[in-house]
């Protein structure tokens, strides 16, 4: 009986109009020759009544924030006859769906004259070799759940090419996102700049440069290279996207933002040698966003101390055992965290947990960043003490990768202190407590301690991290066994 009645349903289900088509959505993207203005031809299937334009932000002088930009959108059915639409304002429009319809639309690539609050590089800009876009103010696309793969096409200024982390569609300039996430969620790069493809930490890995780049391509491709076979060996296998795109470009902020399978970076300067521990600890940060974050992803957002914080403790350790951090850099590196702390707290006078810190991100990044990498050192610290040196923040880190590290899959604050447990026999629940659910400082004199450093702090930034005379061998093979460097 179970058996035909189920049937039964499915070709009920087959048969009702609101069923999916299983077929591809296309979108084909025009951008004109002065990269100004492009327009989008798509059709799509379309679940619910919302179209959206996601993650837009209002500011002052666009108070629809990237759909104002949008212009001449157009909807109809598969016919061609008209379908009413209605604007809600911020990126969301009421349709008549559970169907497939054409869309029609230009966007004015306008995005660059305007400061966003996550900055350019995780919107849109030009540069004279072409024009960086993030797929979010590109594309319109359902509201409710965009069904089955997207074919996207792009018709481009003569000699421009497009770089995408989407895999080819079979004929040049056409590529398919497999998701709605990895359409709109990744960066691109449409124009002349030169693209280097190479195989780092089981991923095919796109390099996409501004031209004065070009010329320090070896370093960078060596630097990701490492950065990213490291955590591949930590986190005990690739990340969930196996091709990946990253784009970089000269930019004052010296700001990154993070894809599900790409990132556009910004560097201040030049890529140079000499301040290689600074362009290379914020791409390797990014570079491990693509495990901790974009693979290994928090159910809630007051997780995001380890998201931001333990993965910018895994940067900083990685980058001291690579020896691409020097014993003086990651001397200073710890000691920002003190002096981020005691300006946090004494100087802006926050008083959120570091918890709750992530509801103003960019204002408390001391307490998210900061707050969550002194986490990250002092769970280590006491994962290596109560295991006699057997046990640290990586097997924790491996073993959450393992539950959690797939599609779909959250974790949340007791998963931590679960694996804690596990892998180490010991409560993670009191430090945590003590840094990421209190509204002050934390003591991090005894912290310091442990891995040999007296802590020496006074007035609002003087912040010294020393060789503690009292330091006994135990503290100091600690220190040497977390960042592979001598004591
Ligand atoms: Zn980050």
């Not at 700049?193 to 031209?211: I, P």
């Not at 920002?336 to 006078?349: D, I, S």
Request: aromatic share 10%.
């Amino acid at each position: 009986m179970y058996k035909p009645l189920c049937i039964a349903a499915a070709m009920l289900a087959a048969q009702s109009a609101f069923a999916f088509d299983n077929q591809l959505n296309h979108y084909r993207l025009s951008i004109d020759k002065d990269a100004r203005r492009a327009h989008v031809e798509a059709d799509v299937w379309v679940e619910g009544r919302e179209l959206a334009l996601f993650n837009v932000m209002p500011i002052a002088q666009l108070k629809n924030g990237q759909a104002d930009l949008i212009e001449k959108l157009t909807v109809r059915d598969m016919a061609g006859n008209p379908v009413k639409l209605q604007d809600k304002g911020e990126g969301e429009y009421d349709v008549d769906g559970d169907r497939r319809l054409r869309l029609s639309y230009d966007v004015r690539l306008e995005h660059d004259k305007y400061q966003w609050p996550g900055g350019n590089e995780e919107v849109s800009y030009h540069t004279e070799e072409g024009l960086m876009s993030v797929g979010y103010p590109l594309f319109i696309v359902p509201g409710v759940k965009m069904h089955g793969q997207t074919e996207v096409s792009f018709d481009l200024p003569a000699g421009w090419k497009a770089s995408t982390p989407w895999r080819s569609a079979g004929r040049p300039g056409a590529f398919i996102a497999g998701s709605r996430r990895e359409l709109v969620n990744n960066a691109l790069f449409f124009g002349t700049a030169r693209a280097e493809t190479f195989q780092a930490g089981g991923v095919e890995m796109t390099l996409v440069m501004g031209k004065q780049y070009w010329k320090r391509r070896d370093a960078f491709m060596s630097m990701i290279g490492t950065q990213m076979n490291s955590y591949q060996k930590l986190y005990g296998r690739g990340p969930v996207a196996d091709r990946f795109l990253i784009v970089i470009n000269q930019g004052d902020s010296g700001d990154g933002g993070a894809f599900s399978g790409s990132f556009s970076q910004y560097l201040k300067d030049d890529g140079s040698e000499v301040a290689r521990p600074v362009w290379g600890k914020v791409m390797a940060h990014e570079l491990a966003h693509f495990w901790n974050g974009h693979s290994l992803v928090p159910k809630n957002e007051s997780e995001e101390w380890f998201k931001e914080g333990v993965n910018d403790y895994v940067t900083v350790t990685t980058m001291a055992r690579n020896k691409l951090l020097d014993r003086s850099m990651l001397i200073q590196q710890l000691e920002n965290l003190a002096r981020g702390q005691n300006v946090a707290r004494n100087v802006q006078g926050l008083t959120m947990t570091v918890q709750e810190a992530v509801k103003d991100k960019h204002r408390n990044w001391l307490l998210v960043y900061g707050g969550g990498t002194i986490a990250g050192l002092a769970m280590d610290v006491e994962l290596r003490k109560a295991s006699r040196g057997k046990v640290g923040l990586d097997h924790l880190l491996k073993a959450m990768y393992q539950q959690f590290g797939h599609p779909g899959k959250t974790y949340q604050h007791a998963d931590i202190v679960r694996i804690g447990k596990a892998v180490g026999g010991v409560d993670l629940e009191p430090l945590l407590q003590n840094i990421v659910a209190s509204s002050k400082a934390p003591d991090l004199g005894p912290l310091f301690r442990d891995i040999g450093l007296r802590l020496e702090q006074f007035g609002m930034l003087e912040t010294y991290l020393l060789r503690d005379p009292a330091a006994t061998a135990e503290q100091k093979a600690r220190f040497s066994a977390i960042f592979g460097v001598p004591y």
